[in-house]
């Protein structure tokens, strides 16, 4: 039952990176980004990783896109 879990989750988290590559809108590419980074924690937290799925929870769902999406504010601002 593991396995097939583990399996589903890694075709998942495939997918998701091709997803995250493929969008050319910065704000979708971004969200996108966010899911894959859950998707990420939820592979690991899989693996018996706890401390890993914190990690992945707080820096690549949370922080990473934060900080992307701010970025893209302020580069949108200046072109305006």
Same mark, same amino acid.
């Given at each position: 039952?593991?396995?097939?879990?583990?399996?589903?989750?890694?075709?998942?988290?495939?997918?998701?990176?091709?997803?995250?590559?493929?969008?050319? /809108?910065?704000?979708?590419?971004?969200?996108?980004?966010?899911?894959?980074?859950? =998707?990420?924690?939820?592979?690991? =937290?899989?693996?018996? /990783? $706890?401390?890993?799925?914190?990690?992945?929870?707080?820096?690549? /769902?949370? /922080?990473? $896109?934060?900080?992307?999406? =701010?970025?893209?504010?302020?580069?949108?601002?200046?072109?305006?």
């Amino acid at each position: 039952m593991m396995e097939a879990l583990q399996i589903t989750l890694l075709v998942l988290v495939a997918a998701g990176a091709t997803a995250v590559v493929l969008i050319r /809108a910065g704000i979708r590419q971004v969200l996108m980004l966010s899911i894959y980074g859950v =998707l990420l924690a939820v592979l690991f =937290l899989a693996f018996q /990783a $706890p401390d890993v799925t914190l990690s992945e929870l707080v820096v690549g /769902a949370v /922080a990473l $896109p934060i900080i992307l999406l =701010l970025t893209l504010a302020k580069v949108r601002k200046r072109e305006q």
